[in-house]
């Protein structure tokens, strides 16, 4: 604890205590010097002082907040996807940088950063900001604390960020087709066999992501094993930096465990061997063109209208699928490894939705006395 909080034994028996406040102009760093002849005493000393300067040597800043950004989304680049770095480029120069402009990195303070996020939570307009969802202000303020993060750990600037609260949502748990819907649907796609509704049959049976889903060639359908190898993800990212272009790009999935290997049932594998099996043709388009996520959410929900089933996005497949895989019987493991995602937690808080008629058919089996 001494050494921790710089603390040394005199000569003369007392207690010296040193505390860091910055940096001079030679780079040296600058202290503070307490003494006392009783050690809690010092310490006592040191905390109040601590508190009222700082807990470390911090620079002063001498840089702004772009300049900052800049520097943290150009080490960004070398170590996430496109897609993550064209979001991150999107909220800095979209919401970060316009807001505050004329404010330098050394002045941002809690106070500053909790006016910006109170005001984009509001529904006002003023420079274009506001009305944006306690989600996308979370997004934002994590990326200002990955500034801020790398800020203090490559220059050792003071941290704004740290005693900054994010704001809380309110978790809606998403909604599943009941059985009733997923019978219509399935009857429906069942009856008209393109390649479009064979890719919604086929996630229903597997559990993918639109993106991946997309991305699907038939090279990609193991029909002696009754398997799809899931590689590649589809995806319409940013075509230059900064810029409004667009443009469609195949890539690796979400992460590492989302590449994997899902099994399918007999019912779901002669489908699609009816389908036109042309090596690197994807089963969306039967072309070398993929479809795009956007292009195949329009037709689902051009399905469920026609199917007279509410509208609703397509990644309600995939909460569908994981929850009917737990109500069979699957164990948590298997599903989480089937949907590809990192840890089984993410499966049960996010994907598995316990419906009434489950939660009776359990209370039913419940005996206290038994």
């Known amino acids: 604890m001494r050494n921790a909080m710089n603390i040394y034994r005199r000569k003369d028996g007392r207690y010296e205590g040193r505390i860091p406040l910055g940096y001079d102009d030679k780079g040296r760093i600058k202290y503070k010097y307490l003494y006392s002849k009783s050690l809690s005493e010092l310490k006592e000393k040191m905390l109040c002082a601590y ?31 496109h897609s993550s770095y064209c979001c991150y480029e999107k909220l800095v120069n979209k919401y970060i940088l316009p807001y505050f402009e004329n404010i330098r990195y ?46 203090e750990q490559e220059y050792g600037y003071r941290n704004p960020m740290r005693n900054i609260s994010m704001p809380k949502s309110e978790s809606k748990e998403a909604e599943v087709f009941n059985k009733h819907e997923r019978g219509k649907l399935q009857n429906y796609l069942q009856r008209n066999t393109t390649e479009s509704n064979i890719g919604i049959l086929l ?15 038939w090279n990609d359908v193991d029909f002696r094993n009754g398997v799809i190898h899931v590689s590649k993800t589809v995806q319409r990212v940013s075509k230059s ?13 979400k992460s590492k465990t989302s590449v994997r290997d899902i099994p399918l049932p007999a019912l779901v594998c ?38 007279g089933i509410r509208s609703a996005n397509f990644h309600l497949i995939r909460h569908t699928y994981a929850t009917v895989c737990i109500e069979s019987g699957f164990d948590a493991k ?27 058919k359990c209370v039913d089996t419940l005996n206290l006395v038994a």
Request: proline share 2%; glycine share 8%; charged share 25%.
């Open 334 to 360: 298997t599903v989480s490894e089937l949907l590809g995602h990192s840890n089984v937690n993410i499966t049960l808080n996010r994907y598995v939705h316990s419906s009434m008629e489950t939660k009776k």
């Open 51 to 81: 508190a009222e300067t700082g807990s470390s040597a911090e620079k002063i800043c001498d840089k702004t907040l772009k300049e900052l950004c800049c520097e943290w989304l150009a080490s960004a680049r070398l170590r996430v996807k």
């Open 203 to 217: 996630a229903m049976y597997s559990g993918l992501r639109i993106g991946e889903l997309c991305a699907l060639t």
């Open 241 to 253: 930096s900064g810029g409004s272009k667009t443009a469609i790009e195949i890539t690796s999935p």
């Open 106 to 151: 050394g002045d941002l303070g809690t106070p500053i950063i909790n006016e910006f996020a109170d005001h984009m939570l509001k529904c006002g307009k003023v420079n274009e900001f506001g009305g944006l969802s306690a989600k996308s202000v979370h997004d934002i303020l994590v990326v200002m604390r990955s500034v801020a993060k790398y800020a």
């Open 270 to 307: 002669d489908i699609l061997k009816q389908g036109k099996h042309q090596g690197n043709s994807y089963i969306l388009s039967g072309t070398n063109k993929p479809v795009e996520p956007r292009t195949m959410q329009n037709r689902f929900k051009a399905v469920l209208k026609e199917c």
